[in-house]
């Protein structure tokens, strides 16, 4: 029984990484790729890291105490790392959510033990796409709920146990799984939790391995490009630069 978890918890994180080498073959590239399988988490996505790694944070600081009530902005997988999160540690976690979000991340967040609060979208926007200004009204009702019942906002964007949660865990995983022959590591940015992380320990161990954040074509924000389609946050910069 040594195996034996004592909380689904214990499961987030040591996801494998496997050979894309039938990919690498049929583009006729030198080298190995690998891919690092988050989805095998038990929320399904790398999110559990750092939805693990900011409510610790919050606890160490003190900025969250027993019971409290751990409210968040989300779209589905931060959320859901959330409620699985708090469902275990005993914290009542609010969901705020777009209506033009995915109905079945809401309902996998409620089934989790959330409560989740949908915004109506702005009059001119589409259904099922999320504009800028649905965004910010789902940050205004969030910041209403936090003030209102004095919770705790679990903001990925700002609190520094996202990054950290992957330098503590994606960073050293990769290392170890890839017996330190890495020369190159990329992640498409979201808060940019992930790639900040996880490139603060992989230069730590060696300061010549280049690392990529990967953005849409036509919203390449941090490579200094023009916006030209909608994005509905753009803060990863200000995560990569702790880096």
Same mark, same amino acid.
């Given at each position: 029984?040594?195996?034996?978890? +004592?909380?689904?918890?214990?499961?987030?994180?040591?996801?494998?990484?496997?050979?894309?080498?039938?990919?690498?073959?049929?583009?006729?590239?030198?080298?190995?790729?690998?891919?690092?399988?988050?989805?095998?988490?038990?929320?399904?996505?790398?999110?559990?890291?750092?939805?693990?790694?900011?409510?610790?944070?919050?606890?160490?600081?003190?900025?969250?105490?027993?019971?409290?009530?751990?409210?968040?902005? +989300?779209?589905?997988?931060?959320?859901?790392?959330?409620?699985?999160?708090?469902?275990?540690?005993?914290?009542?976690?609010?969901?705020?959510?777009?209506?033009?979000?995915?109905? =079945?991340?809401?309902?996998?967040? +409620?089934?989790?033990?959330? =409560?989740?609060?949908?915004?109506?979208?702005?009059?001119?926007?589409?259904?099922?796409?999320?504009?800028?200004?649905?965004?910010?009204?789902?940050?205004? =009702?969030?910041?209403?709920?936090?003030? =209102?019942?004095?919770?705790?906002?679990?903001?990925?964007?700002?609190?520094?146990?996202?990054?950290?949660?992957?330098?503590?865990?994606?960073?050293?995983?990769?290392?170890?799984?890839?017996?330190?022959?890495?020369?190159?590591?990329?992640?498409?940015?979201?808060?940019?939790?992930?790639?900040?992380?996880?490139?603060?320990?992989?230069?730590?161990?060696?300061?010549?391995?280049?690392?990529?954040?990967?953005?849409?074509?036509?919203?390449?924000?941090?490579?200094?490009?023009?916006?030209?389609?909608?994005?509905?946050?753009?803060?990863?910069?200000?995560?990569?630069?702790?880096?």
């Amino acid at each position: 029984m040594t195996d034996t978890l +004592t909380s689904v918890l214990g499961a987030i994180g040591q996801t494998p990484l496997v050979r894309l080498d039938r990919v690498v073959a049929h583009h006729g590239c030198d080298g190995t790729i690998l891919a690092k399988l988050d989805y095998l988490n038990p929320g399904f996505s790398k999110k559990d890291r750092a939805a693990l790694g900011v409510i610790c944070e919050a606890e160490d600081t003190g900025s969250l105490v027993p019971g409290q009530t751990v409210v968040e902005l +989300t779209s589905g997988n931060m959320g859901t790392g959330l409620a699985i999160v708090c469902a275990v540690k005993g914290y009542p976690f609010v969901a705020v959510m777009s209506k033009g979000n995915s109905t =079945e991340r809401a309902r996998m967040m +409620t089934a989790l033990g959330a =409560e989740v609060i949908l915004v109506d979208q702005m009059p001119n926007s589409l259904p099922g796409q999320v504009s800028g200004a649905d965004l910010a009204a789902v940050d205004r =009702e969030a910041q209403r709920i936090t003030k =209102e019942r004095c919770a705790f906002r679990a903001d990925q964007f700002y609190h520094n146990g996202n990054p950290q949660a992957h330098k503590h865990t994606t960073g050293p995983e990769l290392w170890a799984q890839s017996g330190g022959n890495i020369n190159a590591f990329c992640d498409f940015v979201g808060s940019g939790g992930t790639l900040a992380g996880t490139t603060r320990y992989l230069r730590a161990q060696n300061p010549t391995v280049k690392c990529y954040p990967v953005e849409p074509k036509g919203a390449a924000v941090i490579a200094g490009k023009k916006q030209s389609i909608p994005i509905t946050r753009s803060k990863a910069a200000a995560t990569l630069c702790r880096t």
